[in-house]
């Protein structure tokens, strides 16, 4: 199997330059330091990952369903799911503790076609307080995807069922998923 022919073909290529996508995007900064981006909203949902209060992140995904869109948000803790469908008032919907880990987690989604659910896959290299962090599976199926009726706050629609720890113990930096493969990339 040739790793290649997971991405992307010339085919393409060829048509990302059909949409006039020419060179790199215009540096014109604003006032606020953000480059060409504009600021959608914030979000102050950040968790201690060790006793002396740090508050790191690493690997974030989005995922929508219906109507609502989450960020899925990776740290030494776990994952914490956040409904940013309006960015103005983002809030966490659920934190799935997840042992081990550091800072270094990361997560990649798939659709399952079987089934139809959408799952996240949760993987982190490193240690936290002396455990190994394994790889976990979300089912995020759980997910309101109601613009009507959202989630609540911490409200942890997703029960202890709807996620489970694979093992793999310290086998991911960084996780891709391509063509129903999943690549656990580990860094020594």
């Not at 201690?48 to 960020?71: F, K, L, M, S």
């Not at 659920?94 to 089934?115: E, K």
């Not at 997703?158 to 996620?163: D, L, Q, V």
């Amino acid at each position: 199997l040739s790793l290649g022919g997971l991405y992307p073909t010339a085919g393409a290529e060829n048509a990302l330059a059909a949409m006039l996508l020419d060179g790199p995007a215009q540096a014109v900064y604003n006032t606020a330091g953000e480059g060409n981006m504009v600021r959608l909203g914030t979000s102050r949902t950040l968790v201690p990952v060790t006793n002396n209060d740090n508050y790191i992140h690493n690997g974030i995904w989005g995922y929508a369903t219906g109507q609502r869109e989450y960020a899925l948000q990776c740290h030494g803790a776990g994952l914490a799911i956040i409904d940013v469908t309006d960015p103005s008032a983002t809030f966490r919907v659920q934190l799935i503790p997840m042992s081990g880990g550091g800072i270094w987690r990361d997560v990649a989604t798939h659709l399952d076609a079987a089934s139809g659910k959408t799952f996240a896959y949760v993987g982190a290299q490193g240690t936290q307080s002396g455990n190994l962090p394994n790889l976990f599976v979300v089912d995020l199926s759980y997910l309101s995807g109601d613009i009507n009726l959202p989630n609540g706050e911490n409200s942890d629609p997703i029960p202890p069922a709807g996620y489970d720890d694979l093992g793999y113990t310290g086998l991911t930096h960084t996780i891709n998923i391509a063509r129903g493969l999943l690549f656990l990339n580990r860094a020594s």
